[in-house]
C-alpha cells in the first residue's frame, strides 16, 4: 500500500529545522525508524551531499540516515531502501539530477510496491503529478517536469496567501491562477508551510496548523482542515 508523508516545508516560523515534522516523521516511519533511510540530497544546491546527509542526521538525530551518493549502484539502493527520504532546496536540480541517474522509475516502483517515502519542500513537490508549481527559480532544465506522481495532482509548497506588504509582483494565487489558465484540467493543492499531507492507500490526512487550499479552474477554492482526510 501506498505509503508517503509529504511536507510544505522544512521549519515552520521559528521551530527550527525540520523541527515541527520531527514526531510526525517518526510516527510515519515506525518500526522502520531503525533502519537504514536512503536519502536523496540532490535539490541541496549549496550544501554538498555530505554537508545535507550531515544537517539531516543531526536535525533527526539518526545516524540511520545514508546519502544515496555513496551508492555507487543507485538503483539496487533505491529497490532495497524500506524508505526514501527526499529533502528540499531547487525542485530543478533535483529532477534533473533524478533524471540523470534514471531513478525516477525505480523510485515510482519502490513506492508502489510499498517502500515508505517522505520528502518537504522539492520533496514534496516532485510526489505530485509535475513540478510545475514548485516556486523555485529554473536554474537548469530537467529531461521532463513530470515527477513521481505519488500524488496525482499539483502540489505547491511553501503556500503564502496574499501579497507581501512593497512587492509590486504577482500574489502566489495569481500565479496558480495563471498555472490553471494554461492547464485547465489540473488540481492544485496548496499547502502553506506548517502542514502535510500523509496518503495512506488512496486517503490523504492533513496535518498541521491550517488548511490546504484545493485550486481547480475556474471554480471556488476548496479549504481542507487540518485533520480531515480525503480520497484521492
Known amino acids: 500500500m501506498k505509503n508517503a508523508l509529504l511536507i510544505s516545508a522544512s521549519s515552520y516560523k521559528d521551530t527550527g529545522y525540520l523541527r515541527h515534522c520531527e514526531g510526525w516523521i517518526k510516527e510515519f516511519l515506525g518500526s522502520d525508524a531503525d533502519e537504514e533511510i536512503l536519502f536523496i540530497p540532490y535539490a541541496g544546491v549549496r550544501r554538498t551531499n555530505d554537508e545535507y546527509e550531515q544537517k539531516v542526521q543531526e536535525c533527526l538525530n539518526s545516524k540511520n540516515i545514508k546519502s544515496i551518493h555513496r551508492y555507487e549502484d543507485k538503483i539496487s539502493a533505491i529497490k532495497n531502501a524500506k524508505s526514501i527520504a527526499v529533502g528540499g ?9 533524478l533524471y540523470k541517474l534514471n531513478l525516477i522509475e525505480p523510485i515510482k516502483e519502490a ?54 506588504a512593497g512587492h509590486n509582483g504577482e500574489s ?9 489558465i494554461a492547464n485547465q484540467k489540473s ?19 492533513v496535518l498541521g496548523p491550517a488548511a490546504v487550499l484545493k485550486m481547480n479552474y475556474k471554480q471556488k477554492v476548496k479549504l481542507i482542515e487540518p485533520g480531515s482526510s480525503f480520497k484521492y
Do not use: C
Not at 172 to 180: I, K, N
Open 89 to 97: 532546496g531547487n525542485t530543478f536540480m533535483l529532477l534533473h539530477m
Open 111 to 164: 513506492v508502489a510496491n510499498g517502500t515508505k517515502y517522505f520528502g518537504w519542500s522539492a520533496g514534496a513537490n516532485i510526489a505530485g503529478k509535475t513540478m510545475m508549481t514548485t516556486n523555485d527559480m529554473p536554474i537548469i532544465m530537467p529531461k521532463s517536469f513530470d515527477s513521481l506522481n505519488i500524488f496525482p495532482y499539483q502540489i505547491n509548497p511553501h503556500f503564502i496567501s496574499g501579497k507581501l
Open 172 to 180: 502566489r494565487e495569481e500565479r496558480l491562477e495563471e498555472f490553471l
Open 187 to 205: 488540481t492544485v493543492y496548496a499547502m502553506p508551510e506548517g502542514t502535510a499531507f500523509w496518503l495512506e492507500g488512496e486517503k490523504a490526512t
